[in-house]
């Protein structure tokens, strides 16, 4: 079957500038992440989705990130006012509901490649 | 929060040698540690994953062991391929939490 999609594959923005960064999970995981991935370093925890509300936000860096489930399906991560710093891989993962207090099984998207001019 | 620490950050082999990766946690109350291995320009991927009732756990050549007293737990690879170069992370999870905390990686280089 489908595995998880990511788009775009690369962005290119300017600073300052508003993106939004689309997944589409595996079909009936109810679990979604968002993770961010820098040079060298294992991915950063930003979102989690369990349906469609955000079970925990705690690793979204700031008020310019957001990301939005609205039919428990598809996701979007969205950045305000970019900044070079926030230039990285984002990586999508999803999983069917975790069980005895532990996370599903995860799988990875490609990731979405975001650079910041 | 969990702090996971992963060792060593390169690792180079010869094929056909084993290698093993460490990593320690912090919070005693994680009960989930799985391990992705990552190829250049890819996705990560599961390799293999252990829950904290058991102590080893092992998939063909691969294999990963819990020590929950000292808190750590390794990835042992046998008989390395150079297929097996990649970039490998581990990662635990508190129980409850549902989030894993991903060590910062080890690159594996398998010469041939």
């Known amino acids: 079957g489908a595995g998880v999609s990511q788009t775009p594959s690369n ?12 997944c589409d999970p595996i079909s009936g995981h109810t679990a979604l992440y968002w993770y961010r991935q820098s040079l060298g370093q294992g991915p950063e925890f930003l979102i989690y989705f369990q349906g469609t509300g955000a079970a925990d936000d705690s690793g ?36 069917f509901a975790g069980t005895s207090g532990s996370p599903g099984t995860q799988y990875f998207g490609p990731g979405t490649r975001l650079t910041v001019l | 929060g969990e702090n996971v620490e992963q060792h060593p950050s390169t690792l180079s082999v010869q094929e056909g ?29 599961l390799i293999i994953d252990i829950r904290s009732n058991v102590g080893e756990k ?19 690879i046998t008989e390395t391929q150079p297929e097996d170069s990649a970039v490998y992370f581990c990662a635990a999870s508190i129980r409850g939490s549902y989030i894993p905390t991903f060590g910062r990686g080890t690159s594996l280089i398998v010469h041939p």
């Open chain 1, 11 to 22: 962005k290119v923005t300017e600073k300052g500038k508003y993106v939004e960064l689309r």
């Open chain 2, 17 to 45: 040698d084993s290698a093993v990766i460490k990593c320690t946690y912090s919070d005693s109350a994680s009960n989930y540690f799985p391990w992705y291995k990552q190829e250049l320009g890819k996705r990560p991927q």
């Open chain 2, 58 to 76: 092992k998939d063909q050549r691969i294999a990963v062991t819990l020590n929950k007293t000292a808190k750590h737990f390794s990835l042992h």
């Open chain 1, 60 to 95: 979204l860096p700031n008020d310019r990130f957001f990301a939005v489930r609205p039919e428990g399906s598809v996701s979007t991560l969205k950045i305000q006012r970019t900044e070079r710093g926030d230039s990285a891989v984002y990586l999508c993962a999803s999983s």
